[in-house]
Nanobody, 126 residues
Framework: QVRLVESGGGLVQTGGSLRLSCLAS????????MGWFRQAPGKEREFVAG????????VYADSVKGRFTISRDNANYTVYLQMNSLKPEDMAVYYC???????????????????WGQGTQVTVSS
């Protein structure tokens, strides 16, 4: 069982930056690949970024490539999402997710992930 708690969301102007954090409970954090998803009102939850259990492999949605960076600190049970050059269309609730998986193939479908956090709101003003 992995419990995930996101933090770091807030209000930022267009072009600004935020760093989201996801703190995981449990000693098996390093056994899990991690993903960030987001969901805007009236829209489906969509994949943003993912990172393998070692951190050696990352995947990004085309919409955030070059602006967002996912990283992880296994010693501190934390995964991060650095978001730069934020746009109004990035505004959503951002969720951290975990899947126990030892391969470098990172799934992008929400249904592939076993554990979810409660989400953190990111608001981008234009």
């Amino acid at each position: 069982q992995v419990r995930l708690v996101e933090s770091g969301g807030g209000l930022v102007q267009t072009g600004g930056s935020l760093r989201l954090s996801c703190l995981a409970s449990g000693r098996t954090f390093s056994d899990h690949l991690m993903g960030w998803f987001r969901q805007a009102p009236g829209k489906e939850r969509e994949f943003v970024a993912g990172i393998s259990w070692t951190g050696s492999s990352t995947v990004y949605a085309d919409s955030v490539k070059g602006r967002f960076t996912i990283s992880r600190d296994n010693a501190n049970y934390t995964v991060y999402l650095q978001m730069n050059s934020l746009k109004p269309e990035d505004m959503a609730v951002y969720y951290c997710a975990a899947k126990r998986e030892f391969t470098v193939k990172i799934p992008t479908a929400p249904g592939e992930y076993h554990y979810w956090g409660q989400g953190t709101q990111v608001t981008v003003s234009s």
